[in-house]
């Protein structure tokens, strides 16, 4: 998963890649620490996701651009159009099987 920590970069980044998901954390947010490990091994799992991995706290305007105003917080976009959102409760069964599906057009 890739550190973006600049609003153009990661504008960019959703532009350059075709099937995107975008982690938003915090430091000293514990639950955010627990579930990125998870959605890691969902990126391996699913190799034409591009991860992307945003510490709110180094770009506090990130959170006004992208309407987050809960962590953690996940974000997919496919051919720069957001299709999932998940915020502070992050169901991974519910997010596989979106993946999954949105997979098949990519």
Excluded: W
């Amino acid at each position: 998963m890739i550190k973006l920590n600049a609003i153009d970069d990661i504008k960019d980044f959703i532009k350059e890649n075709k099937f995107v998901m975008l982690y938003f954390s915090s430091d000293g947010c514990n639950v955010c620490d627990d579930v990125l490990p998870m959605i890691e091994d969902l990126l391996i799992k699913y190799s034409k996701v591009v991860g992307g991995h945003v510490e709110i706290q180094n770009t506090p305007s990130v959170a006004s651009i992208f309407g987050i105003f809960t962590i953690p917080a996940i974000i997919i976009f496919l051919e720069e159009k957001e299709i999932v959102r998940q915020v502070r409760y992050i169901n991974f069964l519910e997010l596989k099987e979106k993946i999954q599906r949105f997979s098949e057009f990519v």
